[in-house]
């Protein structure tokens, strides 16, 4: 559940040393909704530097004169990160110190927080290595309600000369039309795109929080594109570094994190077949992205693709990202964190 605070200051101060203070602690502002003008002054928002570490961020607001007290109230949703948790108390205990009054959180009046109610990564590369998983979790959500959705739609028993029927393999010169095969086969850029992302992700917390003494940084590596982007801030070193490598195939990934870390057996995350299957991971997942490069290179249909296909393509995938997960919190010592 939510973590809330409020300070309670002497309308007296001046207030703009109080926006100063709270821009110092890191706080951008945000714009005021319509329904919040009447109560409130200003409105804030607080994220990590790192905005690969950002669970939820800290939320803040600023009363109007309330009975000679302006009430500075803060609020980290649940599942909030130890750091956005630090970041509460240091801003309560910041308000307190520069403009006295008191403060009541929901531990009590003048009682922080516990600095334990948080989700348990405190390590960059445990919080890194989770918001990604979190995010890959996430990435996926619209398709299995999109997979309910066509299942509702979708006519149930009837002939195959229906067109929005499930029934393939009869009527073959048809099936490529039907709605169930479309979306089958469009569903799958997507959900390769999410992995992708993800496992790329991944690496890159990887590069930037662990200490792998490789040799994946080299000044010939970067362009005229890439410096000008690390110039202005708009990327870091390591991204426009990650962003020249592959990630969809998993002989691919396996040569990647081996040159990232030679200590991490990515191999066996694939090598292993899912449940009862007799197809390694790593054969069964770059069947599927040859025949996504045939559907967006090409404008590919394959007919005898089905929801069923991409149901259990899914389940392939998730099945990869958690050994995934569960090997890097091995490896770097870390609590596995399914909890999204």
């Not at 001046?14 to 009447?38: F, M, S, T």
């Not at 956005?84 to 008191?102: A, H, R, W």
Request: proline letters at 3%; one cysteine or more; glycine letters at 4%.
């Amino acid at each position: 559940m939510s973590l809330c605070s409020t300070n309670y200051i002497s309308s007296n101060i001046k207030i703009k040393k109080l926006y100063w203070v709270i821009e110092r602690l890191g706080y951008k502002e945000i714009e005021l909704e319509r329904e919040l003008r009447n109560s409130y002054r200003k409105c804030y928002f607080w994220r990590p530097s790192n905005l690969d570490l950002t669970y939820v961020g800290v939320e803040l607001n600023i009363s109007k004169n309330d009975n000679g007290k302006i009430r500075v109230e803060t609020r980290t949703r649940a599942g909030r990160s130890y750091v956005e948790l630090t970041q509460q108390n240091t801003t309560i205990k910041t308000i307190k110190d520069f403009f006295c009054g008191t403060f009541e959180t929901d531990y009590g009046k003048n009682i922080y927080m516990n600095p334990e109610d948080c989700s348990p990564e405190k390590s960059n590369i445990a919080m890194a290595l989770y918001v990604q998983r979190w995010k890959f979790n996430n990435a996926l959500i619209p398709i299995k309600i999109f997979a309910q959705f066509m299942e509702k739609s979708l006519h149930k028993d009837t002939l195959a000369g229906d067109l929005y029927g499930m029934q393939v393999g009869v009527l073959p010169f048809t099936d490529h039309l039907r709605p169930c095969v479309v979306s089958a086969n469009i569903q799958l850029p997507y959900i390769i795109g999410a992995w992708e992302n993800y496992v790329k992700n991944s690496y890159l917390s990887i590069l930037k929080y662990v200490n792998t003494d490789n040799k994946i940084i080299k000044p010939d590596r970067l362009s005229v594109d890439d410096l000008e982007k690390i110039k202005t801030g708009e990327s870091s070193v390591e991204e426009c570094i990650v962003s020249k490598f592959s990630f969809q195939r998993p002989q691919t990934i396996i040569n990647n994190f081996g040159q990232l870390d030679k200590k991490l057996d990515v191999n066996a995350v694939f090598d292993k077949p899912y449940k009862r299957r007799t197809t390694k991971l790593k054969t069964s997942i770059d069947e599927i992205i040859t025949l996504r490069n045939q559907i967006v290179h090409d404008g590919f249909i394959d007919a005898k693709l089905t929801d069923k296909d991409v149901k259990n393509f899914l389940d392939e995938v998730e099945e990869a990202a958690n050994r995934l997960y569960k090997l890097f919190a091995k490896q770097y010592e870390f609590k596995a964190n399914f909890n999204f």
